[in-house]
């Protein structure tokens, strides 16, 4: 499976503008990068995903740089409903009948009031 | 609106017990369906997956077996539990292989 490698934590506060990095080296050219976000006792939840451009959607910003071994998610305004662990997952789109996500240990992000 | 109920919420069981903990998917006709588990401070590994009713393919060997008795049911069970088999099970859906899954809230199992 490819690999991801994210920072083990990361702190911010209430209000701010968060950037989680994440690097991809050896993505391939149909794998596509997946976020999810995970507190304890609960399901992930899908955050956002892309492929080569960047994408937003209400929950975040997902950069990609343009030779794509490496993407940002950037949260907004971040206040404390926001702290959990984020996962950068790569999937692949092979056409099969199942698209197995591996998770990693992802970075776990703080945020103080 | 799409909704993932697992059940139950959690369970303590005994080693050698048997398991059944289930998953619904309700406002989603035949969807794809997956069992996650996560081991207590490990990260989560994808079990099963089934495209349709009553195929279901084994991604990890973990001496469970999973069931898809209906188009919005996916069934993960036992006969004996192992200590091992202790963490939480999650349930996924997507539209399609390729499309992006969708978590349930998890069941959480110690087995003592």
């Known amino acids: 499976d490819a690999k991801t490698t994210q920072p083990d934590s990361m702190e911010s506060t209430e209000g701010e503008t968060v950037h989680l990095p994440c690097s991809h080296a050896?993505?391939?050219?149909?794998?596509?990068i997946y976020w999810y976000r995970q507190v304890p006792l609960q399901g992930p939840e899908y955050v956002t995903h892309?492929?080569?451009q960047n994408t937003t959607n209400s929950m975040a910003f997902l950069a990609i740089a343009s030779d794509r071994k490496s993407s940002t998610l950037i949260l907004p305004h971040v206040s404390l409903r926001d702290a959990a662990v984020y996962h950068c997952?790569?999937?692949?789109?092979?056409?099969?009948?199942?698209?197995?996500?591996?998770f990693g240990k992802g970075t776990k992000l703080s945020v103080k009031s | 609106a799409q909704t993932i109920h697992q059940w139950p919420v959690a369970e303590i069981k005994a080693v050698g017990s048997p398991l059944s903990l289930g998953c619904t998917i309700k406002?989603?006709?035949?969807?794809?369906l997956y069992w996650y588990w996560q081991a207590t401070g490990g990260t989560l590994q994808q079990l099963f997956y089934?495209?349709?009713?009553?195929?279901v393919e084994s991604v990890v060997q973990l001496n469970l077996s999973a069931s898809r008795p209906k188009d919005d049911q996916f069934i993960l069970s036992t006969e004996k539990l192992l200590l091992s088999h202790s963490g939480f099970y999650l349930c996924?859906?997507?539209?399609?292989?390729?499309?992006?899954?969708?978590f349930g809230p998890g069941t959480r199992l110690l087995v003592l």
């Open positions: 996924a859906w997507s539209l399609w292989a390729q499309d992006t899954q969708y």
């Open positions: 089934s495209i349709t009713v009553g195929q």
């Open positions: 997952i790569l999937r692949v789109d092979s056409g099969g009948s199942n698209a197995k996500l591996t």
């Open positions: 050896t993505i391939s050219g149909n794998e596509y």
């Open positions: 406002g989603k006709s035949s969807p794809n």
């Open positions: 892309g492929l080569q």
